[in-house]
């Protein structure tokens, strides 16, 4: 296996280990044993933790960005919010169990006060700056950043109180009250 | 001092350090120190972190029940639940630092597969039964719950995002939204 193909599956077992197990409770013999490499061999690719964490960030915001660009295909705006609204019902088992992988990073990271948090964000603001366009897109210029945090922070609360209740039914009917909040946002067309 | 007095002072010592720095980051040795006992007294209190987590699970739960009834004191139920989310602007501060006590703890919970989640989910459960009350008594009774857990919800992601973007005007801007939201659910007076 070449180094860096040994490189990318040691920061995609670190990142399914902080995200289901959490950030501290990972430890580097967890990620070194989840991949099966020598300490060694390990060392080689990272020294520290927060080398991983960095490489595991660099990860998330690549993979965010190839799903919003793959969702540019949606027919609308207001398509494309449902589609990222809709993520908490694809994503719904694994929310249950371990809560959005985003929202707990960064509130792992805020309580260490670790200077990650800043870059952990940016996976927030990718989805903040994508939301805020479609509102752009629909009619919502003035306020389309607001529109787009309040979207951000609903889906938050829904994934933590997910998490707390393990109730399906719950995210389902947020879910469902979401998409008419967005259907009302979306100005009346005067003409046409 | 006590052997009552102490181990409350470790309960609370806990308490602060599982909010401030997180559950898992919080090791038995941290907690000893911070309460200045030797490795002796703490264990004549405390075997296992464990252990100090049901006290301090129980801890919130009597200091959650003890400020609910303090708020019964407001004079209507719609005073009371903009009481509620006032809180996110009288802990800002805290909660731009280290997020909800409540909301982080359950998701290390959710993550760590810990059998104290059900408990954590506990003090939730005492804001969402008195959340409840409230909207009953707003006359919404057969969606109160519903609408308890929404209030929550949007709580919880008020708190998350305010952690990741330590952002004041957000939570400010939320908050009266929030509270533009409670108001148009009280049903209008048909009669008196």
Redesign the interface.
């Known amino acids: 296996m070449s180094a860096i193909e040994t490189r990318r599956q040691i920061v995609e077992a670190a990142d399914k280990l902080f995200y ?3 950030f ?2 990972t430890s580097f013999a967890d990620i070194a044993k989840s991949v099966g490499l020598s300490r060694g061999n390990f060392y080689y690719h990272f020294k520290t933790k927060d080398e991983i964490l960095g490489a595991v960030i660099d990860l998330r915001l690549a993979n965010t960005q190839a799903m919003l660009d793959a969702w540019q295909e949606a027919a609308s705006p207001a398509e494309r919010i449902r589609g990222f609204i809709d993520i908490l019902i694809v994503n719904r088992v694994q929310i249950m ?3 959005c992988p985003v ?2 990073l ?3 990271l ?4 670790h200077v990650a ?1 800043r870059d ?2 940016r996976v ?1 603001a990718l989805f903040r700056g994508w939301l805020g366009r479609q509102f752009i897109a629909l009619g919502r210029e003035s306020d389309a950043d ?1 529109l787009a ?2 979207v ?7 994934a ?2 997910a ?3 393990r109730d399906e039914t ?1 995210i389902r ?2 879910v469902e ?1 979401m998409k008419d909040w967005v259907a009302a946002q979306i100005p009346s067309r005067k003409s046409r």
Chains 1, 2 share one sequence.
């Open positions: 289901e197990n959490g501290v409770a169990k371990h809560g929202g707990t960064a509130n792992e805020a309580k260490l006060d948090l952990s964000a927030f607001e945090l309040h951000l922070m609903r889906s938050q609360g829904i933590t109180l998490a707390a209740f719950f009917r947020e009250d």
